[in-house]
């Protein structure tokens, strides 16, 4: 008896990884009676051929289509536990993705780490809503929004930093080498401020609140 079927794709189908239930007899069906046996739609059938379903022979010139039974079965109940197979490993990305992007600590991590990813889908749900609304509120900030404020006050902080060797020396008759001194620390300041707002605002997924750091501890 034959175990494996070659489909159009070029993959082999294993008939013997998949037979018929008990009690049911094989045997060769039009369309209409294979869309039948599976409670489908004639349309769907013709749906499955597209999509590389066994055919015994094409219909053609007023012949009608004949199936396997036992091909047409094997090759659904392979397509279906892919797409299973497909949608759990869909599931374990996206709870892994939500462990990520919400940036738990290893407590909470350790904690929360048997949520089931329906768990964490109505949770990341739940919390895109309240974050919506935190947002229309003025509670929250989008991160690219964030980001041009930065921007702005870095321009105006370096304007500050740049003229103020200059003030302090002619303010303070501080030395050439106390203003040197005092330059090299203003451009520590600009450097180090900016590295800290580009890794504070490149974290995933983060949303910066309002008020809640002052300019992030500049």
């Given at each position: 008896?034959?175990?494996?079927?070659?489909?159009?794709?070029?993959?082999?189908?294993d008939?013997?990884?998949?037979?018929?239930?008990?009690?049911?007899?094989?045997?060769?069906?039009?369309?209409?009676?294979?869309?039948?046996?599976?409670?489908?739609?004639?349309?769907?059938?013709?749906?499955?051929?597209?999509q590389?379903m066994?055919?015994?022979?094409?219909g053609?010139?007023?012949?009608?289509?004949?199936?396997?039974?036992?091909?047409?079965?094997?090759?659904?109940?392979?397509?279906?536990?892919?797409?299973r197979?497909?949608?759990?490993?869909?599931?374990?990305?996206?709870?892994?993705?939500?462990?990520?992007?919400?940036?738990?600590?290893?407590?909470?991590?350790?904690?929360?780490?048997?949520?089931?990813?329906?768990?964490?889908?109505?949770?990341?749900?739940?919390?895109?809503?309240?974050?919506?609304?935190a947002?229309?509120?003025?509670?929250?900030?989008?991160?690219?929004?964030?980001?041009?404020?930065?921007?702005?006050?870095?321009?105006?902080?370096?304007?500050?930093?740049?003229?103020?060797?200059?003030?302090?020396?002619?303010?303070?008759?501080?030395?050439?080498?106390?203003?040197?001194?005092?330059?090299?620390?203003?451009?520590?300041?600009?450097?180090?401020?900016?590295?800290?707002?580009?890794?504070?605002?490149?974290?995933?997924?983060?949303?910066?609140?309002?008020?809640?750091?002052?300019?992030?501890?500049?």
């Amino acid at each position: 008896m034959l175990t494996t079927v070659t489909l159009v794709d070029g993959s082999v189908l294993d008939l013997a990884a998949w037979p018929l239930p008990e009690g049911m007899e094989d045997g060769t069906l039009n369309r209409a009676q294979l869309a039948r046996a599976f409670s489908v739609s004639e349309n769907t059938i013709t749906k499955w051929i597209s999509q590389g379903m066994p055919v015994m022979s094409d219909g053609q010139n007023g012949v009608a289509y004949e199936f396997r039974l036992r091909h047409c079965y094997a090759w659904r109940m392979e397509r279906d536990a892919r797409a299973r197979a497909a949608k759990a490993q869909g599931d374990r990305l996206a709870a892994q993705a939500a462990l990520a992007f919400r940036n738990l600590d290893e407590d909470q991590a350790e904690e929360e780490a048997e949520l089931t990813a329906d768990d964490l889908k109505k949770w990341s749900e739940a919390e895109y809503h309240r974050n919506r609304v935190a947002e229309q509120r003025g509670d929250l900030v989008r991160a690219g929004r964030m980001r041009e404020l930065l921007e702005e006050l870095m321009v105006s902080f370096g304007n500050a930093l740049d003229t103020l060797p200059d003030f302090c020396e002619l303010n303070f008759s501080l030395s050439a080498e106390q203003v040197a001194k005092l330059q090299e620390r203003c451009d520590a300041a600009r450097i180090d401020a900016r590295a800290r707002i580009e890794a504070a605002l490149l974290r995933p997924g983060e949303v910066v609140a309002m008020g809640a750091q002052k300019a992030l501890d500049l």
